[in-house]
């Protein structure tokens, strides 16, 4: 069974630019969540996506969106990319959600803005 | 409420040694605590977890114990190596909530 997939593992980006990220959960699973980590800030929750609707959300700016598509698939956009939003951006499947089931992660993305 | 305290920051031990990371919560609506071990470069893996109907459980060298009383939980390396050397987070899930403490580097010295 082939675990959650996440591309590009890299990316270096400009300042003002914006990137897409993508991520293909576990088969079967339905939720996607998104997280940034940054070694001052450990993991902080983006937003959850299940069956195609932002479920949950947290504090980040509007510049941060996702989407889920029918298959499962997330892609999370950052729009005018600033020098903090360098991090590795993770993304967890999970078969229902959050609610006490397992959340598996793939090996993320790490973007760096110059 | 939401958050999930995780003690402590980090943690050197020798080979052998038993580790101990603790974690504590606040909101008794979680019935889900997962470990889960991060390597450099690497997305977190999970490790272990148990739910609250049960104080203990063991999986190889790992054992999660759980007060639930206390509303509190820890991770426990049995016979460490350095091989286990990582960051560890812990994390409390309920309903739609699932929060990460902000993790605990582990150096095992060979």
């Known amino acids: 069974k082939a675990g959650v997939t996440q591309t590009p593992r890299y990316l270096i980006k400009t300042r003002g630019q914006q990137v897409t990220l993508s991520c293909s959960p576990i088969s079967g699973h339905r939720s996607v969540s998104w997280y940034q980590q940054t070694p001052g800030q450990g993991l902080q929750f983006l937003f959850e996506y299940f069956s195609e609707t932002q479920r949950n959300k947290g504090n980040f700016p509007g510049r941060f969106s996702g989407r889920q598509f029918s298959n499962s698939r997330s892609e999370m956009n950052v729009s005018t990319l600033e020098l903090g939003d360098s991090a590795l951006y993770l993304c967890?499947?999970?078969?229902?959600?959050?609610?006490?089931?397992?959340?598996?992660f793939g090996q993320g993305t790490r973007l760096t803005v110059v | 409420q939401q958050q999930v305290k995780q003690s402590p920051q980090s943690l050197i031990v020798q080979k052998g040694g038993i580790p101990i990371i603790n974690c504590a919560y606040e909101n008794t609506a979680f019935d889900y605590f997962p470990w889960y071990q991060q390597f450099p470069g690497k997305g977190p893996a999970l490790l272990i977890a148990?739910?609250?109907?049960?104080s203990e459980k063991k999986e190889g060298r790992f054992t999660i114990s759980f007060n639930k009383s206390a509303k509190q939980f820890s991770l426990h390396i049995m016979d460490s190596q350095p091989g286990d050397s990582a960051t560890y987070f812990c994390?409390?899930?309920?309903?739609?909530?699932?929060?990460f403490g902000p993790g605990t580097r582990l150096s095992v010295l060979p």
């Open positions: 967890a499947s999970s078969r229902t959600g959050a609610g006490g089931t397992e959340a598996f």
């Open positions: 994390a409390a899930s309920g309903g739609q909530n699932f929060v």
């Open positions: 148990i739910r609250p109907d049960v």
